[in-house]
């Protein structure tokens, strides 16, 4: 009986499926069906296992289809995007943008960014904000950032109901209650990804323990930075019994916690953690990188779950550039660009329970990056300003948020000025066009 309720389960499933495949093949779509179709990139979509050229289809601010060919007259827009990369909007689940409150020195204020400025020219559509806020300010955040953003905007709530606001704040073991952080994270689900503990200074395992009790009330992970190297709490405790599976270790190539040993092997209790489901994050920040980490522990396979920046104004323009300069970084460490790409579309989006995020599924918002991987000679840098030479680099030409241009480096979606009316305004349209769309009148066909 029940390997009969499977057989027409399965075949449903699979009838289900049928429509969507008719709609790029035996069904074109009617003209101008679609608002948007990239024509002839190569398709990086870990999810669905997918790394070949595709044509991608986009209607409504959704993914309408993926297929070897797509009839160009079926969409009011075509991008030819040959030669290039095509993949998910890059999800970077590490990042200080609480800006704009004018405290100093405090990622609730002057060390934080504004999203937009950095994400959409490098490919970045959705980020998460790594516990700038806590429960008694994530709702001026959000007020103040999310709710402005062009960016989509996640976060972790630090466990310290203040935030991250400096040493007198994130050591305060008094304001670090798990029970209106919970509650704080359930008011917001969806917006409030997991919770944040970091910084820490002191001996004691209560913010760690209080973040997953938190995490535990809400249903979501813990990503932990964690604070300074103390003896009475060892990264392999952390690791093999305080943190539950999902849960994040972020800055694992940093060395400033025993993540490499002195034998120069990786920690086994960071292997140990892996094995139990622990995530291991790059966070590379300003000063969470170093090569004489990341080399070895790559070279004996303990790769990273997912890559993320640590975006604040330390670390904007110093090691760290950007997502793709961090990718770059992992590329001339020998990742294939195949399992760079998943680690900073697919794999961050299921971690922080977002999975209709990071992939090129039908029905998927429509972010999308499109990438140029340039051949040449580059360098890079660590916290420590260390130089690895490279041969590759990752360069965004186009940026898609939920459909439309978001960001166009070279035009490739905009007409030669010298095919457009003497006078002409306005290029784009609104169908598939967010950078120019309300400046002058609509074009005279
Ligand atoms: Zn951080």
């Known amino acids: 009986m029940i390997s009969v309720i499977r057989f027409i389960y399965r075949t449903f499933r699979l009838t289900a499926l049928i429509p969507m495949a008719h709609l790029a093949f035996s069904q074109p779509a009617p003209a101008g069906f679609y608002d948007l179709l990239l024509k002839n990139g190569h398709v990086i979509d870990a999810k669905n296992g997918l790394s070949a050229v595709r044509d991608v289809a986009i209607k409504d601010g959704a993914i309408a289809a993926v297929a070897a060919q797509i009839d160009p007259a079926s969409a009011f827009k075509v991008v030819d995007v040959s030669g290039l990369y095509v993949t998910p909007g890059l999800v970077d689940m590490h990042v200080h943008v609480y800006a704009g409150t004018g405290e100093r020195n405090s990622y609730a204020g002057d060390n934080s960014l504004y999203p937009d400025g950095y994400t959409f020219r490098v490919g970045v559509t959705t980020v998460a904000d790594a516990g700038c806020s806590g429960w008694r300010n994530f ?247 260390a130089r690895m030479a490279g041969t590759e680099r990752l360069e965004c030409e186009l940026t898609l948020r939920g459909g439309k241009v978001v960001y166009d480096l070279n035009g490739i979606s905009r007409p030669d000025w010298q095919t457009l009316p003497k006078n002409y305004t306005r290029t784009g349209d609104p169908r598939w066009d967010a950078v120019t769309p309300g400046r002058g009148a609509t074009p005279r066909r």
């Not at 709710?147 to 466990?159: E, H, Y």
């Not at 997991?194 to 820490?200: L, P, V």
């Not at 535990?216 to 952390?238: H, K, N, S, Y």
């Not at 291991?280 to 000063?287: A, L, Y």
């Open 139 to 385: 709702e001026d955040f959000k007020e103040r950032i999310i709710d402005r953003s062009k960016t989509r905007v996640l976060a972790f709530l630090n466990i310290v109901g203040a935030g991250m606001r400096g040493p007198r704040f994130e050591n305060d073991l008094k304001d670090m209650d798990p029970v209106p952080a919970a509650e704080m994270a359930l008011k917001h689900k969806g917006l409030i990804v997991g919770f944040k503990t970091a910084h820490y200074a002191g001996p004691e395992w209560t913010p760690v323990e209080n973040a997953v009790k938190a995490g535990t009330a809400a249903g979501i992970p813990v990503m932990v930075d964690f604070g300074e190297d103390r003896p009475q709490r060892p990264l392999a405790e952390l690791l093999t019994h305080k943190l539950r599976p999902g849960d994040i270790y972020t800055h694992c190539y940093s060395g400033l916690r025993h993540e490499l040993g002195d034998d120069g092997k990786v920690n086994p209790g960071m292997i140990e953690g892996r094995r139990r489901g622990v995530i291991f994050d790059v966070g590379h920040g300003g000063g969470s990188f170093a090569w004489r980490v990341a080399v070895p522990a790559i070279q004996q396979g303990f790769l990273p779950d997912s890559i993320s920046t640590d975006l604040h104004v330390g670390s904007m323009n110093a090691g760290m550039k950007d997502l793709l300069n961090v990718m770059d970084k992992f590329l001339a460490m020998g990742l294939s660009l195949d399992e760079v790409v998943g680690d900073s579309t697919w794999h961050p989006a299921r971690e922080i329970h977002h999975e209709e995020l990071g992939n090129l599924s039908v029905g998927a918002p429509a972010d999308v990056a499109v990438l140029r991987l340039e051949q040449g000679h580059f360098g890079f840098t660590d916290m420590y300003g």
